[in-house]
């Protein structure tokens, strides 16, 4: 009885805790923008399968050269204005969470916040040339693009946030009286607050860049995201948190409440430089991205319940299991497993649980370690989650089908791993209906 | 009596659209003049700002937000509730259909 009582306390603190990580304001917002954004990354990817895989099939030299035009300037208008787009962004969606009626408003002081704290000059190197030269006058793409998302996000945030606080103090609006027509009025609502946030946001940036010879861009990308990132995107620590996120699904709370907010935004950065190095033809940098995730560690939906669905209709013999697999399979082929996991259920069944959480763990260290012996590509593009397992492990390598081997491989495990839980959850099931 | 509409919220509005058609089939069947579609949390202002909006189901893996959303509904009079885990999970339509016409008063 007390063992129960203390499961109970357990799930409980658990969930009460994840929910206000995840709901906490500024990192809903977050949520909020990347799923406002994601189809363009998605475009990304799209362009970059077209260019990198496609295009070489039956073009060579210049020609090739030339049609990859196509694939470079969808980068330029998705990956290389990442940050660019993200900053408004976040804070028209920090806006809209927070009630903020104006929430254009934010996202523009968002975004011109973001443009006043890029460093004035850049070096570049010429075309055909060898030596960087210093430029003024330009924004870069590695500034405004992947490598600068996380800096916009902050700066994206921080600048809504003032923006949003300052506009709500009453002493500080201009008060124009009764006889001025509103939408008049209203212009000059956010004017102080727009220049004060962007002032104090110059006035950083430019003590930064006399005083110290560098620029906030810099600062959060090694002292923030790059820590973050190593951390978060390190094998302990994803499978980690995405365990954590996995476990709490299984008491019935999404775990994009937890991977949403403290994997999504440093996986999908890995996941863009990918497929930037991969567009351009470089090395590829990381192992574990958004996509890897997706393809390896969620076959079927949350938990890889594909295989629980595989196992139940080769195994099952109780007829509601049965019934709630075939409602299951054909969203289960699209990632979508809300009915196996409310309907089979999974959500507080103790047997399931260990599976759930355990079988995408095991898929995700086979794919991880087949990568690190070379025995197939890294990810490179980015496939909407959506895709049928072995298709987007296909597109998401860049076409290797060695990855759909390397997904085959995790699947049968999976099923097997999955039985002798099933087996004791029915048996669990039957004693309770005895 | 006029169209009752019916907004489903999930994570990605993905899974609550397989509810809807489930739903939509036993409103016919129980001959309901009704309109039923599904958002995502992250769509939850725009809708409701740009349609009509009689009552609001969630899914019971967006549970977290009842509280959020209530607030946002209350001046509009708009009754939300969680949908049971069962029911979403059996995918059962009928139930949540006619669990949406006891949150809007009955008929």
Redesign the interface.
């Known amino acids: 009885m007390t063992n129960k009582n203390l499961w109970q306390k357990f799930i409980d603190r658990f969930t009460r805790i994840s929910?206000k990580i995840?709901?906490q304001i500024h990192l809903r917002s977050l949520?909020?923008a990347f799923?406002?954004i994601m189809p363009l990354f998605i475009l990304a990817g799209l362009g970059v399968l077209i260019n990198n895989v496609f295009f070489p099939l039956f073009l060579k030299g210049a020609s090739l050269t030339n049609f990859q035009l196509f694939g470079n300037l969808i980068v330029n208008g998705t990956l290389n204005i990442a940050g660019l787009i993200i900053a408004p962004v976040v804070g028209y969606?920090l806006a809209?969470n927070r009630?903020y009626k104006n929430a254009l408003g934010a996202a523009i002081v968002s975004l011109a916040g973001l443009i006043v704290v890029m460093p004035v000059t850049l070096q570049a190197l010429p075309i055909n040339g060898k030596k960087a030269v210093d430029i003024s006058g330009f924004l870069s793409y590695s500034n405004i693009g992947v490598t600068g998302m996380f800096a916009g996000i902050i700066v994206g945030l921080i600048a809504a946030e003032l923006f949003i606080k300052l506009s709500k103090i009453e002493k500080i609006k201009i008060n124009l009286g009764e006889n001025v027509p509103p939408a008049v009025s209203e212009s000059f609502l956010t004017l102080i607050p727009t220049i004060a946030v962007i002032s104090l946001l110059a006035i950083i940036s430019a003590i930064l860049f006399v005083g110290f010879h560098t620029d906030l861009i810099k600062l959060i990308t090694t002292l923030i995201q790059e820590p973050l990132r190593r951390v978060n995107t390190s094998l302990p620590g994803f499978l980690l948190i995405y365990s954590v996120g996995n476990l709490l699904?299984g008491f019935?709370?999404?775990q994009?409440?937890i991977n949403g907010t403290l994997l999504d935004p440093v996986l999908l950065i890995n996941t863009n430089k990918n497929m930037h190095a991969f567009a351009a033809g470089d090395h590829v940098p990381y192992i574990i991205t958004s996509v890897f995730r997706d393809t390896f560690g969620m076959m079927g939906g949350t938990g890889s319940t594909i295989c629980l669905l595989v196992a139940t209709f080769l195994f099952s013999r109780i007829k509601a299991s049965r019934e709630?697999t075939k409602?299951s399979i054909v969203?289960g082929i699209f990632n979508?497993n809300?009915?196996?996991?409310?309907?089979?259920?999974i959500?507080f069944n103790i047997p399931l649980l260990i599976p759930f959480v355990l079988t995408p763990i095991i898929s995700l260290l086979i794919a991880y370690y087949a990568t690190v012996l070379g025995l197939m590509n890294r990810t490179v593009v980015l496939v909407p989650w959506?895709t049928p397992p072995l298709i987007n492990g296909f597109l998401a390598t860049g076409g290797d089908w060695r990855a759909v081997v390397v997904q085959l491989l995790s699947f049968i495990v999976g099923v097997l791993f999955y039985i002798p839980f099933m087996k004791i959850s029915e048996q669990v099931l039957l004693k309770q209906n005895q | 009596m006029p169209t009752k509409n019916i907004m489903l919220c999930c994570v990605a509005g993905m899974s609550t659209s397989l509810l809807v058609n489930k739903m939509k089939k036993a409103a016919t069947e129980l001959e309901k003049d009704v309109v039923i579609f599904a958002t995502s949390v992250s769509g939850f202002d725009q809708e409701l700002a740009s349609r009509q909006v009689d009552c609001v189901m969630l899914g019971p893996q967006v549970s977290y937000m009842e509280k959020d959303f209530k607030e946002k509904l209350t001046d509009k009079n708009i009754p939300l509730s969680v949908i049971n885990m069962q029911d979403y999970g059996m995918m059962n339509g009928e139930k949540v259909l006619l669990q949406a016409y006891e949150l809007m008063g009955g008929e």
Do not use: K, S
Request: hydrophobic letters at 45%; proline letters at 10%.
């Open positions: 929910i995840g709901n949520r909020d799923a406002m969606c809209r009630n699904f019935g709370i999404h994009a409440v709630v409602l969203p979508i809300e009915p196996v996991i409310y309907g089979y259920p959500v959506t």
